[in-house]
């Protein structure tokens, strides 16, 4: 299982990256990832990660590819990814139906008290897909994960 490099506790799997795998021949696998932003820091990252996995498992050919072809949005991340997300510390992006208004940045649950009594400080995180907000209840900051359409 190879995780996120920047969030250790969701598998790039669970993220909803890995949109393609195939194994047909003997010992060869192709692995295609589709990054959550195209400037993601991570990319080359995640395709030396995944080369490792496979070659550890058994395959000689191994070939992992990040391709634009289907765009990522955040409803491709697995019931199990955002409880990953959760146990990390950061705000699961909401479920959408391909459009949302952008207030619904500042209307997120906190991670930590689940009080939705919560501001957003800055749409702009540490990485392109966070954004800081504060838990007035808590007294505490935290990083939601932005939703992509």
Not at 24 to 49: D, I, N, R, W
Not at 107 to 120: A, G, H, Q
Request: glycine share 6%; proline share 7%.
């Amino acid at each position: 299982m190879v995780m996120d490099p920047e969030i250790p506790t969701i598998s790039i799997v669970d993220l909803g990256i890995v949109t393609e795998i195939v194994s047909g021949k003997e010992k060869h696998a192709f692995v295609q990832l589709t990054p959550t932003f195209s400037g993601c820091p991570a990319l080359k990252v995640m395709e030396q990660l995944v080369a490792d996995a496979l070659r550890v498992a058994g395959y000689e050919e191994v070939e992992v590819e990040t391709s634009f072809k289907t765009q990522w949005n955040t409803n491709m991340i697995s019931e199990k990814g955002r409880a990953a997300l959760l146990k990390h510390g950061l705000a699961p992006p909401p479920k959408h139906d391909g459009y949302f208004e952008l207030d619904v940045l500042s209307d997120i649950n906190c991670p930590l008290c689940d009080s939705r009594n919560t501001t957003m400080q800055t749409p702009f995180g540490p990485t392109l897909c966070r954004s800081m907000h504060y838990c007035k209840n808590c007294s505490n900051a935290f990083e939601a994960f932005k939703p992509v359409s």
